[in-house]
């Protein structure tokens, strides 16, 4: 008999989840409490994790299954020669960021060196803001890694720690000043769409979804879960009126929203409490870097960017990584 599995929340985390539950041969259901897809790609904005890097793994993966359209993505540089050859500065869109952003004469060796600083000092002192390890470094080359490590983590190295920021120091470091490239949408697509947010949610969200249905799923917006309760050895979760039982519920939710469906007290509390920090110009949860999915109740899964698998990009590899992972994690849990 098939299983049927409930995720709950279609963003990012819970669509990818979805989409490789059902390849794995799952019965899958989506419910989405606002009236769109997407989550908080309507929240996100064009210098924000919109943009990640060229070598994101499980959207490279989404993108090589055709789950996702490649046509519209433009690769950017990340740092860009200024001033003449060996200057480098960190190009932004945004007018008010250029003036602010600096302009280094940056060899590759430099840079190599600076980034192996810097990691040797996160390896030990893994949980430790990264600007104790900045300050280490040159003062001009450390304030370069200061404004690269937000732009691509829209965290600033006062909180950001390098349990967080591993993956990306370890990117820009191998793939050097001249060969770092981040992958964004086209102008012309934003342009027809009307915007960042709507045209990063037709491309990613709705495009999944339209899959997704293709596939027998049912994907259904402004459908608000009320409860979700243990049910046997499975779930039964109840919207308005209807009810579904199911083999088991992931919450692609963020951490405050999941408490509220949680049963368990102290888990519910612990969520509930979970921290803020600004990140994108946002007060977002602080990513909590993991190892393995998260099951806190038995059949009952967390994911969401706010559970960022090791070694992963922040933003949207960091999501669509952690419903990548749960997703394996439900399988080999129901397989057993």
Same mark, same amino acid.
């Given at each position: 008999?098939?299983?049927?599995?409930?995720?709950?929340?279609?963003?990012?985390?819970?669509?990818?989840?979805?989409?490789?539950?059902?390849?794995?041969?799952?019965?899958?259901?989506?419910?989405?409490?606002?009236?769109?897809?997407?989550? $908080?790609?309507?929240?996100?904005?064009?210098?924000?994790?919109?943009?990640?890097?060229?070598?994101?793994?499980?959207?490279?993966?989404?993108?090589?299954?055709?789950?996702?359209?490649?046509?519209?993505?433009?690769?950017?540089?990340?740092?860009?020669?200024?001033?003449?050859?060996?200057?480098?500065?960190?190009?932004?869109?945004? /007018?008010?960021?250029?003036?602010?952003?600096?302009?280094?004469?940056?060899?590759?060796?430099?840079?190599?060196?600076?980034?192996?600083?810097?990691?040797?000092?996160?390896?030990?002192?893994?949980?430790?803001?990264?600007?104790?390890?900045?300050?280490?470094?040159?003062?001009?080359?450390?304030?370069?890694?200061?404004?690269?490590?937000?732009?691509?983590?829209?965290?600033?190295?006062?909180?950001?720690?390098?349990?967080?920021? /591993?993956?990306?120091?370890?990117?820009?470091?191998?793939?050097?000043?001249?060969?770092?490239?981040?992958?964004?949408?086209?102008?012309?697509?934003?342009? !027809?769409?009307?915007?960042?947010?709507?045209?990063?949610?037709?491309?990613?969200?709705?495009?999944?979804?339209?899959? $997704?249905?293709?596939?027998?799923?049912?994907?259904?917006?402004?459908? !608000?879960?009320?409860?979700?309760?243990?049910?046997?050895?499975?779930?039964?979760?109840?919207?308005?009126?209807?009810?579904?039982?199911?083999?088991?519920?992931?919450?692609?939710?963020?951490?405050?929203?999941?408490?509220?469906?949680?049963?368990?007290?102290?888990?519910? /509390?612990? $969520?509930?409490?979970?921290?803020?920090?600004?990140?994108?110009?946002?007060?977002?949860?602080?990513?909590?870097?993991?190892? %393995?999915?998260?099951?806190? %109740?038995?059949?009952?899964?967390?994911?969401? /960017?706010?559970?960022?698998?090791?070694?992963?990009?922040?933003?949207?590899?960091?999501?669509?990584?952690?419903?990548?992972?749960?997703?394996?994690?439900?399988?080999?849990?129901?397989?057993?």
């Amino acid at each position: 008999m098939q299983r049927h599995i409930a995720v709950i929340g279609a963003g990012v985390a819970g669509l990818t989840c979805a989409w490789r539950l059902v390849r794995l041969g799952y019965r899958v259901t989506v419910w989405e409490a606002a009236p769109r897809l997407g989550g $908080l790609l309507w929240q996100w904005h064009e210098d924000g994790p919109c943009a990640w890097p060229s070598g994101a793994t499980t959207l490279g993966r989404l993108l090589r299954a055709g789950a996702l359209e490649g046509a519209v993505l433009r690769r950017a540089a990340v740092f860009a020669e200024e001033g003449g050859k060996g200057n480098c500065a960190i190009p932004s869109r945004r /007018e008010e960021a250029k003036s602010a952003s600096p302009v280094v004469p940056l060899s590759a060796w430099a840079w190599w060196r600076s980034g192996w600083q810097l990691a040797r000092w996160g390896r030990r002192h893994p949980q430790a803001a990264l600007a104790e390890g900045i300050v280490r470094l040159d003062p001009t080359i450390g304030r370069f890694w200061e404004t690269m490590l937000w732009r691509i983590s829209g965290e600033t190295s006062a909180s950001l720690t390098f349990a967080r920021a /591993e993956a990306i120091i370890r990117w820009l470091r191998w793939h050097g000043v001249r060969s770092a490239q981040l992958m964004r949408l086209s102008s012309a697509f934003i342009a !027809k769409m009307g915007g960042i947010a709507p045209a990063i949610a037709e491309w990613f969200a709705v495009a999944l979804a339209r899959r $997704l249905g293709r596939r027998g799923v049912a994907v259904q917006v402004a459908a !608000k879960v009320d409860t979700v309760l243990g049910y046997g050895s499975g779930w039964k979760v109840r919207t308005g009126a209807t009810s579904a039982e199911l083999d088991a519920v992931v919450l692609a939710i963020p951490p405050q929203a999941a408490a509220k469906l949680i049963a368990a007290e102290l888990l519910a /509390e612990h $969520l509930a409490a979970w921290p803020l920090t600004e990140r994108w110009g946002r007060k977002l949860p602080v990513p909590a870097s993991i190892h %393995q999915a998260v099951m806190p %109740q038995r059949h009952l899964w967390l994911c969401g /960017e706010w559970l960022l698998p090791a070694g992963s990009f922040p933003g949207m590899e960091g999501a669509a990584a952690s419903g990548w992972l749960t997703a394996a994690a439900v399988h080999r849990n129901l397989t057993r």
